[in-house]
């Protein structure tokens, strides 16, 4: 018998790409692996066996190749769609790979492609919560969607995206695998949002009360090209980084902006968003920097030392103001 992972980011992307191939395609007694978002390297948490397969989603192939390789050569099946930097991929007739890197697309809209627009609504809402607003907004308009049900998809994606934030999973409101169970349960996003008892209501209290609290924060660098704030040590700034992020840069499109967050050891999570007018570098940037990368929109650092800070600013500067 052939035992199934479902590996997959705890974000909105991740979680919405799965829920839509398991709408379409049921895997009873699948196994979940995820956890926070910047939690990518996860094939390594599947226990290697030959009579396997594994669906990944939303996680860098690059991040996981060695883990990949050894499932690859044990006789597992994998299916791999992805976003983010891939690395050369490997060349085996168990692996089904769907890897788009295009600044404009996610996993979940990889996944309706291959889908053939069966569960478009989560599809929407997921571009959404990975801060494509343009790109959703234009899929929104084009599936016939009112102004409202467009803002409610929005915001669905924001709030889902909002709970993968953290340095573990004790930060969340949601494990990510408990929060896909439970989205599961609707057939349509809409349902999620009329149903008072579902877990949209709880994120939206929790993420108006985070927010209200970075939106107190003034920046601590400003200049043409670039804005950059500076969060506290605690559990409302990690789970509020992206989010607050992806809102600075909506608000200022022709501006790159860091969302910093301090941990415990007095070093910095950075979370660094491109210009939404120049969605690039953002992954090359951060992948100057240990423990650094992410793709061309946004990227993020686990760990930037304060002796680094202003290296990193230079950095910023350097690539946004050529």
Same mark, same amino acid.
């Given at each position: 018998? *052939? *035992?199934? +992972? ?76 992805? #976003? ?10 168990? !692996?089904?790979?769907?890897? #788009? ?13 291959? %889908?053939? $627009? ?25 599936? $016939? ?10 915001? %669905? ?17 949601? #494990? ?30 929790? +993420? ?20 950059? +704030?500076? !969060? ?15 809102? %600075? ?43 650094? $990368? ?13 002796? #680094? ?14």
């Amino acid at each position: 018998m *052939t *035992t199934h +992972y479902d590996v997959f980011n705890g974000d909105a992307d991740g979680i919405l790409a799965l829920l839509q191939l398991r709408k379409e395609f049921p895997c009873e007694g699948a196994l979940l692996v995820t956890g926070v978002k910047r939690d990518i390297q996860l094939v390594k948490n599947v226990p290697l066996s030959g009579n396997l397969s594994l669906t990944v989603l939303d996680i860098s192939m690059e991040k996981n190749i060695p883990a990949l390789l050894a499932h690859l050569e044990a006789g597992a099946t994998v299916f791999y769609a992805d #976003h983010h930097q891939s690395g050369d991929i490997p060349e085996s007739p168990n !692996l089904d790979a769907h890897i #788009h890197l295009e600044a404009d697309t996610c996993t979940s809209l990889i996944i309706d492609r291959i %889908l053939g $627009g069966r569960f478009h609504h989560w599809a929407i809402a997921a571009a959404y919560g990975d801060n494509l607003k343009a790109v959703a907004n234009d899929l929104a308009e084009r599936a $016939g969607l009112t102004k409202p049900e467009a803002s409610k998809l929005e915001q %669905l994606g924001t709030l889902i995206n909002y709970n993968g934030y953290g340095s573990s999973v004790e930060d969340l409101h949601f #494990h990510p695998a408990e929060l896909y169970r439970l989205l599961s349960g609707y057939d349509e996003p809409f349902e999620v949002i009329a149903d008072s008892s579902s877990p949209f209501h709880d994120l939206k209290a929790a +993420y108006d009360n985070d927010m209200a609290m970075a939106d107190a924060v003034q920046p601590d660098y400003v200049s043409d090209h670039f804005e950059m +704030y500076t !969060l506290p040590n605690e559990k409302w700034s990690r789970r509020v980084s992206g989010v607050f992020g992806n809102a %600075l840069a909506t608000a200022n499109p022709n501006k790159a902006h860091a969302v910093l967050t301090l941990n415990y050891d007095g070093s910095y999570l950075v979370s660094l968003r491109a210009p939404l007018s120049n969605k690039q570098g953002a992954g090359k940037i951060c992948a100057e920097f240990e423990t650094g $990368g992410g793709r061309e929109a946004a990227a993020g650092i686990n760990r930037l030392e304060h002796s #680094h800070l202003d290296a990193f600013i230079k950095a910023v500067e350097t690539y946004y103001a050529s």
